[in-house]
């Protein structure tokens, strides 16, 4: 059983940065994988960020690409979302999610954490 706990989020002007973290207990990141989504008022969840199986490179939703950093520190079980330039659209409340290395499905979330870009 994963348990996960977004932190970092609040309130920032368009082209400021703020970074999140999801601090992840229950399982390490040898037997899943961590990524992010967001889910804006009105709006579905959609994906950010993540890592790929087998070989942990990254990826991103095309609207963040360039502007927002996902990594991980192993010993610490905790991964980073680092989001700079950031614009009112990406006002939402963001979601770690983990699964188990081999699957597609996320099968663990956070509770969330609001980020607000004002203009």
């Known amino acids: 059983q994963v348990q996960l706990v977004e932190s970092g989020g609040g309130l920032v002007q368009a082209g400021g940065s703020l970074r999140l973290s999801c601090a992840a207990s229950?399982?390490?990141?040898?037997?899943?994988?961590v990524g992010w989504f967001r889910q804006a008022p009105g709006k579905e969840r959609e994906f950010v960020a993540g890592f790929t199986w087998p070989d942990g490179v990254t990826n991103y939703a095309d609207s963040v690409k360039g502007r927002f950093t996902i990594s991980r520190d192993n010993a610490k079980n905790t991964v980073y979302l680092q989001m700079n330039n950031l614009r009112p659209e990406d006002t939402a409340v963001y979601y770690c999610?983990?699964?188990?290395?081999?699957?597609?499905?996320?099968?663990?979330w956070g509770q969330g954490t609001q980020v607000t870009v004002s203009s």
């Open positions: 229950g399982r390490t990141f040898d037997t899943i994988l």
């Open positions: 999610a983990s699964k188990s290395r081999g699957r597609a499905t996320y099968d663990a």
